[in-house]
């Protein structure tokens, strides 16, 4: 008997499941994989390095396999690091991955040229998030035929043009966030059509015209973010339909006029609302007050009038009233109590007090408190001496009274501002780890400490010298 033909066909099926156990992913894969290495010109932290032709793809960095098929691409910078990126471009061989479902190319910071059009002819792309990069141009309206996604993020990139009304075709959308971009002309009216998201994020934008009233079609939206626009007229009624889930409402830095609905109060869910500056006039409507879970709520640099409400807040985290037409006198008791609060600003709120007397539950947490602008008196010494993580205290235009060289500068401590104070002393040498500094107009005397500050920061003093002022006389 003649053994070979079996010894052959041992061999080969050998060779067969040796490979099939080795999974290596498919060529097509590989190919568009590699297609896209050579589009980046700059790798220097090594992102692609794993990438190596004749080695099983499916390994590399990133990459997830699934049968041997490629399902998803992830690479993503490290902000903190500055060699953390990637230049170049998104090449059209990425669209050989017929089975990719998520496209994850974020924080890359310097992946450019246009948008990726050729994403639509993959038929099993899902998840496109393309963050943080340099992508420009327009949006382009064969946008539309990508109907199966179910988010798009194109966040943080330099996108321009309008946004196309072909966007109404992506009915599968979840999120769709278009944030921190060029884009000019209205918000389409089509998006109506998009009744699964939960998650709408056009902020950052120059975008025009009316905030579309729309949000009767939305009945899963937990996050609105149109904040940093060119958003002009009311708050559409349609919103008050989203008070069930709305989680995050961010109107801020656009033209809006008009009362502050009383509705609000009913949207039980709010964690964050930012109204701040825009052109809303009125009171702040009483219904506030069930406003129970709010964690952020940014509402300055309105025309905001008295009363404001008494809030029945847990733990209020960041407040911003100022700059509006508040007589707040007081700070409110509900932020005193707050077990949890990092930021007050209450800068121009009517406040008249002493500091010395305000007894808030907890200090440790505070990053940032502006009160400039009121009739506060007394010391802050007491508060410095237990803020042991402040970022900014802007304290301009008040009636404080001490001597600053008993003032505690954390090492976190980057914005000092107590001009137009009556703050006597010296100035201690500490102020040269700050970032900014001003106290000018108070009864400051002796040698200024090094520093890198101008004089309109020391001006209007008793007696201070030295650089930047005028030398001290020997
Ligand atoms: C960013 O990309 C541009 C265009 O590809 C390139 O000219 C530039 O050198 C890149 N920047 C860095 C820091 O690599
Ligand atoms: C998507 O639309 C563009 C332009 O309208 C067209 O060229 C392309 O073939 C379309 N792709 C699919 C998958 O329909
Ligand atoms: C969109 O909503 C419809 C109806 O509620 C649902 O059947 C579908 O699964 C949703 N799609 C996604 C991607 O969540
Ligand atoms: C707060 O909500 C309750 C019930 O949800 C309602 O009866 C009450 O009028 C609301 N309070 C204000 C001030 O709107
Ligand atoms: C600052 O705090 C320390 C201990 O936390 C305390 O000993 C000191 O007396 C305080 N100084 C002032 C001025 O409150
Ligand atoms: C300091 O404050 C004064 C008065 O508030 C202002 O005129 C000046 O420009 C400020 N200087 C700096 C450096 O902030």
Redesign the pocket.
């Known amino acids: 008997m003649n053994l070979y033909p079996l010894t052959l066909f041992l061999f080969v099926s050998t060779i067969c499941c040796l490979r099939a156990a080795a999974a290596t992913c498919h060529v097509d894969d590989e190919s568009g994989l590699l297609g896209f290495k050579s589009g980046i010109?700059?790798d220097?932290s090594g992102m692609l390095g794993s990438w190596k032709s004749s080695t099983d793809c499916c390994t590399w960095s990133g990459v997830t396999c699934n049968n041997n098929r490629v399902t998803s691409l992830s690479l993503y910078g490290d902000l903190d690091k500055a060699n953390s990126?990637l230049?170049?471009?998104i090449a059209p061989s990425l669209s050989k991955l017929r089975f990719l479902d998520g496209l994850y190319l974020q924080n890359l910071?310097?992946?450019?040229g246009k948008f990726p059009a050729f994403l639509s002819n993959l038929p099993n792309l899902l998840f496109v998030y393309i963050e943080n990069n340099?992508i420009s141009g327009q949006i382009p309206e064969s946008i539309g035929n990508m109907t199966r996604l179910e988010a798009l993020s194109f966040a943080g990139n330099r996108l321009s043009g309008s946004i196309p009304s072909s966007i109404s075709q992506l009915t599968q959308l979840t999120q769709l966030k278009l944030g921190k971009n060029l884009l000019t002309g209205p918000v389409p009216d089509g998006i109506r059509r998009l009744k699964n998201l939960t998650m709408l994020s056009l902020e950052d934008n120059q975008l025009t015209g009316n905030i579309p009233d729309f949000f009767a079609s939305f009945s899963s939206l937990q996050i609105l973010e149109l904040s940093r626009n060119k958003f002009s007229g009311t708050i559409p009624t349609s919103i008050s339909t989203l008070a069930a889930k709305l989680r995050y409402l961010e109107l801020g830095h656009n033209y809006l006029t008009g009362k502050i609905p009383d509705f609000l109060g009913n949207f039980k869910a709010l964690d964050t609302l930012d109204l701040s500056s825009n052109r809303f006039s009125g009171t702040v409507p009483t219904s506030f007050r069930n406003l129970t879970k709010i964690f952020n709520l940014h509402l300055s640099n309105n025309f905001l009038v008295d009363p404001f409400p008494e809030m029945n807040v847990k733990g209020i985290e960041s407040l911003d009233l100022s700059n509006n037409m508040f007589h707040l006198k007081e700070i409110p008791k509900w932020v005193t109590s707050s077990p949890i609060i990092y930021s007050l600003k209450l800068a121009k709120c009517g406040i008249k007090m002493k500091l010395d007397d305000w007894k808030p539950s907890e200090t440790y947490f505070y990053d940032y408190i502006d009160l400039s602008g009121n009739e506060i008196s007394g010391s802050p010494i007491w508060l410095l001496n237990k803020t042991d993580y402040l970022v900014g205290f802007w304290m301009s235009g008040n009636k404080l009274r001490f001597n600053l060289e008993n003032l505690r500068i954390v090492e976190t401590l980057k914005y000092l501002d107590l001009s137009r104070n009556s703050v006597f002393g010296k100035i201690p040498k500490a102020i040269a780890g700050l970032d900014k500094l001003n106290v000018s107009y108070n009864h400051l005397c002796g040698q200024i400490p090094t520093n890198k500050f101008p004089a309109s920061a020391f001006i209007g003093n008793d007696c201070l010298c030295g650089s930047p002022l005028q030398p001290c006389k020997a």
Do not use: L
């Open positions: 010109t700059a220097p990126f230049s170049g471009i910071r310097n992946v450019s340099r």
